[in-house]
């Protein structure tokens, strides 16, 4: 899974070729034949013409998959924009009207989009700012899922048995008691970034020695911690399929530290003005999208290699939100 800050030093020339260049002006029909479930009876969407969008990695894709599904459920017709390079585009084509929806991330939205460099700790809180201070820019926020898409440390179930720990407090503890216990697989980024490993041994006073501290590609460091000689924790994303297909442990944050990538539909508010349904459409829907669902979904994409639009429909058919046929 690939995560969603790169866009942050996107030029104005890069935003220009993106704009052009990246989806926003093409797309294919959404044709499925699928019919009202637990949502959509009524077919409160009939006639409506809708686009769907969403950023490039597994998780946006699966996300944006099961937004078009749900809209043709209700009877709308659907046109299919996702999977847009970098954030700034997706988010561009919902603000401008080229999209009419997508699910963001509040702390990308908090962060990258409203300018802000200090996240709010409580979830909720979070959304509420992101969702008043994006009102002035054309964008509705609906309420968001407990899905939340951030940093974590982690480790394989042999390990987790050996040193017993559940929480980054727990790992702190460990770090003074037996130094050498404490080793790090992290991204480069992780390793110098505030919101990453610096800030997380300062907020839980940890004590890890720099040798201890392995920096290698994200891609990798889920193997290496599976393995679990290389290093104890490892860096994750907290709703990548590979925790589940590799059986790992994510340490709680229980401080709150890292910020809150909490998935909410982000809505072009002259769309919810004409179509106010959504709004009720959604909400069910996004309740149900939890870590590990997005883990179970997103693993089988990236680890059992199934279609992301087939990953949402079977998702959607199972929990009775629409009907297949």
């Given at each position: 899974?690939?995560?969603?800050?790169?866009?942050?030093?996107?030029?104005?020339?890069?935003?220009?070729?993106?704009?052009?260049?990246?989806?926003?002006?093409?797309?294919?029909?959404?044709?499925?034949?699928?019919?009202?479930?637990?949502?959509?009876?009524g077919?409160?969407?009939?006639?409506?013409?809708?686009?769907?969008?969403?950023?490039?990695?597994?998780?946006?894709?699966?996300?944006?998959?099961?937004?078009g599904?749900?809209?043709?459920?209700?009877?709308?017709?659907?046109?299919?924009?996702?999977?847009?390079?970098?954030?700034?585009?997706?988010r561009?084509?919902?603000?401008?009207?080229?999209?009419?929806?997508?699910?963001?991330?509040?702390?990308?939205?908090?962060?990258?989009?409203?300018?802000?460099?200090?996240?709010?700790?409580?979830?909720?809180?979070?959304?509420?700012?992101?969702?008043?201070?994006d009102?002035?820019?054309?964008?509705?926020?609906?309420?968001?899922?407990?899905?939340?898409?951030?940093?974590?440390?982690?480790?394989?179930?042999?390990?987790?048995?050996?040193?017993?720990?559940?929480?980054?407090?727990?790992?702190?503890?460990?770090?003074?008691?037996?130094?050498?216990?404490?080793?790090?697989?992290?991204?480069?980024?992780?390793?110098?970034?505030?919101?990453?490993?610096?800030?997380?041994?300062?907020?839980?006073?940890?004590?890890?020695?720099?040798?201890?501290?392995?920096?290698?590609?994200?891609?990798?460091?889920?193997?290496?911690?599976?393995?679990?000689?290389?290093?104890t924790?490892g860096?994750?994303?907290?709703?990548?399929?590979?925790?589940?297909?590799?059986?790992?442990?994510?340490?709680?944050?229980?401080?709150?530290?890292?910020?809150?990538?909490?998935?909410?539909?982000?809505?072009?508010?002259?769309?919810?003005?004409?179509?106010?349904?959504?709004?009720?459409?959604?909400?069910?829907?996004?309740?149900?999208?939890?870590?590990?669902?997005?883990?179970?979904?997103?693993?089988?994409?990236?680890?059992?290699?199934?279609?992301?639009h087939?990953?949402?429909?079977?998702w959607?058919?199972?929990?009775?939100?629409?009907?297949?046929?």
């Open positions: 899974m690939r995560r969603r800050r790169g866009a942050v030093g996107l030029t104005a020339f890069g935003l220009l070729v993106c704009v052009s260049g990246c989806g926003l002006t093409s797309g294919s029909p959404m044709v499925d034949d699928v019919r009202p479930g637990t949502v959509g009876a077919l409160p969407l009939k006639g409506a013409q809708l686009t769907v969008t969403s950023k490039e990695f597994t998780e946006q894709l699966v996300l944006g998959q099961i937004l599904l749900v809209f043709e459920a209700a009877g709308a017709n659907v046109l299919d924009r996702t999977g847009i390079q970098g954030s700034i585009g997706a561009e084509a919902v603000k401008g009207g080229d999209a009419d929806v997508m699910y963001e991330y509040t702390g990308t939205a908090w962060i990258t989009y409203l300018g802000h460099s200090k996240p709010i700790t409580d979830p909720k809180k979070q959304w509420e700012a992101v969702r008043t201070a009102a002035a820019n054309g964008i509705s926020w609906l309420p968001p899922a407990t899905l939340n898409n951030t940093y974590a440390l982690a480790m394989n179930k042999a390990n987790q048995k050996k040193y017993g720990t559940r929480t980054l407090s727990d790992v702190a503890a460990l770090s003074k008691k037996d130094p050498s216990a404490v080793t790090l697989c992290v991204a480069p980024e992780f390793a110098s970034r505030d919101d990453g490993a610096p800030g997380m041994e300062k907020a839980y006073g940890m004590k890890i020695r720099p040798a201890n501290i392995a920096k290698m590609d994200s891609g990798i460091i889920y193997t290496q911690v599976s393995g679990g000689s290389s290093c924790y860096e994750v994303f907290t709703t990548d399929g590979r925790i589940k297909a590799m059986s790992l442990v994510v340490m709680e944050d229980d401080k709150r530290f890292f910020p809150n990538y909490n998935a909410a539909p982000e809505v072009n508010t002259e769309t919810l003005r004409k179509y106010p349904a959504i709004t009720g459409l959604l909400a069910p829907v996004t309740a149900k999208l939890s870590n590990e669902v997005a883990r179970e979904l997103n693993a089988k994409v990236d680890v059992d290699g199934e279609d992301p087939a990953v949402a429909k079977e959607l058919v199972t929990e009775g939100f629409i009907k297949d046929g």
